[in-house]
Structures are given as C-alpha cells and as structure tokens.
C-alpha cells in the first residue's frame, strides 16, 4: 500500500509468524524457516503428523535441523544446541507411528554416540526419567531401542533418582513384572561400561564455561608454579577442528601480562608474556587427538 492509501496490486503480503495457520503450512521446510520458537515448531510438526500431510523423512529432516540448529551433517554439523529441543523431541515421538519412532530413536542414538556434549544435554534434562516414563507403552522395537538409549545415557551419567526409578520401572506387581522391564537388566550391565573418569567438568566452550578464581596479587610460591590436569579435547567435528582454539587455562593481569594454554587443532601451544605485547610461545611437539583422554603436567620455574 503506498501513501496515498491505494493498494499496490504487485505487492506481496507477509504474514507474521502468529497469523499463520497450520492450514497454510504446506511442507515442514516453511516450518524450519518462520521466525518462532523451536517448542512452537516441534509443536506444528506434530499437528503436521496428526494431518498426515508430511512424510516421515521430512520429519525426520526436520527434527535434525532443529536439534543441531542449521543443517544436520553426521561428520560436520551434529552438536545439539539447546538440551529443551530433546524434551520437545520426546513429545514428538509419542505422537509418531512406531515405524517413524524406530527410525527417530536410532537417529538420535547415533548422534549421541558421536560427542559426549550431545550426551550431557541428555543429562541437562533427566531424559533418563522421561524414557522410562515411556517405556512400558512401547512396541517391540521400539522398546529395544530406548533400553539401547538408556544404556548409552547410564553409562555416560545416571543420577541417583534416575536409578531410583529405574530399580522401580523393574518392580514386579502381582507376581508379574512391568512390560519390557526385564530388558532394563541389560542397562544395569552397561553402567560400569565407562571410558572415562566418573567425575568430570565439562566445558562446553560457550560463555562463562570455565572455572574462575579471583585475582590473585601474587602466586604462593615465589620460584614457580605447576599446572597438573586431566583433560580431553571434544571439538564441534573434525573438519574445522583447526578453527577452534580453547583454552586450557589463563593467568593473566587485566594488562594481558601472565601465562595461558590454548590449542590450535591437535597442537597444544604455550604462551609467556611478560611486558604488555612482548612474549614467547611454544608448541608442544604432541599431536593430540580429539576424545581421549590425557594427563597433562606443566611447570613454570622462574628465572
């Protein structure tokens, strides 16, 4: 419409995201591109999956953009960006053929398998309980799927509430034990079944993600220091790992003056500044790998 008031008949109408309704949405990709909330996306799918108007690999698709938050790729683009899109997921599912089930879960176990982050934003929300909840009014398939998943996420964290209700999720009533509860056995056997250390801090790499300690007016020892840690690098994927430099540590001054660790790709590289823009680095001659493992010692002697 021009200032004159007069329609223009070449203009395009543009609807606002709380104007459309979910007649007018013809394929999942418009879904994936209207500026709302992702719970209120998953929450169209589902209306979607009610309709029969969309098939089960384009839900599939769609599930994947939303919980990797862009185009999913197995090797480049797999990391769950917002731990509330796996609850909205569980949501989904239920109203999921068991076909489109089946297919979801083994998705979604897959990608698990692949970064212990993906792993922790499982833990963020409890799915342990949520799966649970929902196992007993599973089909065949499906049941075997989510006790795989269970296995996974046990053997990464359970909590003690979540073992809780699982010992109760086997609690037999009558003399007969609840459906698909005797394959929770199976969980059990896995739990030991870790790689790592039972206790760990997880540094995600967004902001605040590191442990602070304040500023400290001089280091106890007046000769040197020692770093001594665990750690293992768990990068976004392996194709742009050289892209991402986190840190191991940073003791310096608001001047920027102190020492840090960082690594570029696989090498882990020193650095020493002791005037405000003049330093030294060094490199560690180690090429260290992504997802394992390593003790690290660093000793700083002063000179």
């Known amino acids: 419409m021009d200032k004159s008031g007069e329609s223009d008949p070449g203009a395009v109408e543009v609807k606002r995201p709380a104007e459309v309704k979910l007649g007018?949405?013809?394929?999942?990709?418009?879904v994936l591109a209207m500026a709302l909330k992702d719970s209120l996306k998953f929450g169209i799918l589902i209306g979607m999956l009610e309709l029969k108007t969309v098939t089960n690999k384009?839900?599939?698709d769609s599930v994947l953009h939303l919980l990797v938050g862009g185009e999913f790729d197995m090797e480049l683009n797999f990391i769950i960006q917002d731990p509330e899109n796996i609850r909205n997921l569980m949501e989904l599912i239920d109203h999921c053929k068991q076909d489109l089930q089946a297919e979801l879960f083994s998705v979604f176990i897959a990608i698990l398998k692949k970064s212990n982050r993906n792993l922790q934003?499982?833990?963020?929300?409890s799915l342990i309980e949520l799966l649970l909840q929902r196992l007993p009014d599973v089909g065949q398939i499906v049941a075997d799927l989510?006790?795989?998943l269970l296995g996974v996420l046990a053997s990464y964290s359970i909590t003690v509430r979540e073992l809780k209700i699982l010992f109760s999720s086997m609690k037999a009533t009558n003399m007969t034990w609840p459906r698909h509860s005797t394959k929770l056995l199976n969980v059990l056997r896995q739990m030991p079944n870790r790689s790592g250390p039972d206790v760990f801090f997880s540094f995600p790499g967004k902001a605040g993600s590191a442990i602070m300690i304040p500023p400290l007016a001089k280091f106890p020892q007046e000769n040197g220091f020692t770093f001594s840690t665990w750690f293992r690098l768990d990068p976004y994927n392996s194709v742009n790992i050289e892209k991402e430099k986190p840190y191991l540590y940073s003791f310096k001054t608001s001047k920027g003056v102190g020492y840090s660790a960082h690594f570029v790709g696989n090498c882990l590289v020193l650095t020493c500044m002791k005037i405000k823009g003049k330093g030294f680095q060094h490199c560690v001659k180690y090429?260290?790998?992504?997802r394992k493992w390593y003790m690290l010692a660093i000793v700083y002697i002063y000179s």
């Open 121 to 125: 934003a499982c833990t963020d929300i």
């Open 287 to 290: 090429e260290f790998q992504p």
């Open 58 to 60: 384009e839900i599939v």
């Open 24 to 30: 007018e949405v013809k394929k999942p990709q418009e």
């Open 146 to 148: 989510i006790v795989e």
